[in-house]
């Protein structure tokens, strides 16, 4: 009862990674940028993402452009694009392994099997967990390397955005799920390996008894 609950928790923080992969991936705060000028139409805040670039004006409005063009983008953000899409797809297929391997759900057979895709399941995660974390290390490393560069203008330089630490999080759960998927098939395994059934010897036994009964009958 230990392991499916302890199973049910690792699918809880996989769900929770899946959903901020997600939104990490379509969030267009992955940097930040906030200038407040004293002209009432200055933009106040500018944020740049993976996929489009939005600006928020002190009037309120709200406009984002979409970043059509793939090879005039930095290698960096090609990059995030590729894993995290990546990253999306791998969570997905784990969550309906996982499904399938648990051991609070009715579905995919006999327990070696189960084990089989709840192991299965886990590599997805971990494999996602290491896709998402990738890119959020790479997009930090160049913000913080253009911030501290002193030839870039002040009005040019970047934050982290709330993205960037939700992409941090979501991998960090995916990661904890892939861990607790794999560890618990793992264990199960070397338990049965150690600790081999014992072999019971009954039917011999009694055929020896029968053998003996029957002798005694023809004498």
Known sequence: MASASL???????ALFGVFGDIAATLLPNWKVNADVGSNIITAITQMQGLWMDCTWYSTGMFSCTLKYSILSLPVYIQAARTTMVLSCILSAFGICITTVGMKCTRLGGDTDSKNHACFAGGICFILAGIFGLVPACWYTREIISNFLDQTI??????????????????????LIAGVIFCSSCFRRQQGAWIYPPKQHHFPSTEQESNAGYSLKDYV
């Open 153 to 174: 203008p002040e009005n040019s330089k970047h934050e982290p955005g709330g993205a960037v630490y939700t992409g941090f999080i979501s991998a960090g759960f995916l």
């Open 7 to 13: 199973q049910f928790f690792a699918f809880i923080l």
